[in-house]
């Protein structure tokens, strides 16, 4: 049977996966943006939700059932639900929110609001008097004084 338009096209042992067959890009869905639930369900050993993305189209989300057992994951059962996304607006400015929405950054940003920008560094490297340069690319690099704020960044051609 066809599927039909704008129906999430990932069965459940998909989303169970270690390895994802597809993820939506950061236009699907955008950062910091709420997402309507519009079906939760059990299915015995997790929770798939369906959410409404900005543009109105649906898309599946999983939480394993270890994850809604930990303790540690904190929060209440509706916030463990979600999984990794976010139950609440992170501990951000209004311009580091901002930012993060459009994919920017900017001196002073925070390491969390960075994080959210461009993901996790490839490596990290002590820059002196407590700063560190977080390398994301061969060609992207971001330093940060000691207080964890950005300073600078360089783009590295690669002539």
């Known amino acids: 049977m066809p599927r039909r338009p704008n129906q999430p096209d990932s069965t459940l042992d998909e989303l169970r996966g270690d390895e994802f067959s597809k993820r939506l890009s950061a236009i699907e869905m955008p950062l910091l943006q709420p997402l309507e639930i519009l079906e939760a369900k059990y299915t015995g050993d997790g ?6 993305l900005p543009n109105g189209n649906p898309a599946l989300a999983y939480t394993d059932g270890d994850w ?11 916030t463990r639900m979600c999984g990794r996304l976010l139950a609440e607006m992170p501990k951000l400015t209004n311009r580091e929110i901002e930012a993060v929405k ?18 996790f560094p490839k490596t990290k490297n002590d820059w002196g008097d407590g700063g560190e ?11 940060l004084d000691s207080a964890s704020k950005v300073v600078n960044w360089q783009e590295l051609n690669q002539d």
């Open 68 to 78: 809604l057992r930990e303790r540690d994951a904190g929060g209440d059962l509706p």
């Open 102 to 119: 459009h994919g920017t950054i900017f001196k002073g940003m925070t390491e969390d609001a960075l994080y959210d920008v461009l993901g």
């Open 133 to 143: 340069q977080l390398v994301f690319t061969d060609t992207f690099i971001v330093y």
């Open 47 to 52: 929770i798939v939700l369906k959410v409404k």
